[in-house]
């Protein structure tokens, strides 16, 4: 499975993914570009999963007919140590993610 980080997610996060083919925004060089650009990008490019800290994508822009799924991260803290403290989450949502769908992955009390 393919999976590209958004620019807004720390970078470094790849090795924690073993078995997964990851790559991040920035070192696609799509750093800047807006985010409907961008979702084709992602997706002319073969990623099945982005993972963003963007929660208005879903809600700005119409995502029907997406073959990418979005993961919107809301982890408690920030950096690559947050994230990687979703990981267990990520993992389970990826082992059953279908495309098109939009989830929201959360560690915060409330």
């Known amino acids: 499975m393919r999976i590209i980080f958004d620019e807004n997610i720390p970078e470094g996060l790849d090795p924690h993914f073993k078995g997964y083919d ?53 982890p408690e803290g920030q950096g690559v140590q947050s994230i990687l403290a979703l990981k267990p989450k990520i993992l389970a949502e990826l082992a059953s993610v279908q495309e098109g769908e939009v989830r929201t992955i959360t560690n915060r009390k409330s």
């Open 22 to 74: 990851c790559s991040h925004v920035l070192r696609m060089g799509w750093s800047g570009i807006s985010n409907g650009s961008l979702l084709t990008l992602i997706e002319d490019n073969g990623f099945q999963v982005f993972l963003t800290y963007d929660s208005g994508i879903p809600h700005q822009h119409n995502l029907d007919g997406r073959k990418i799924a979005i993961f919107v991260l809301k």
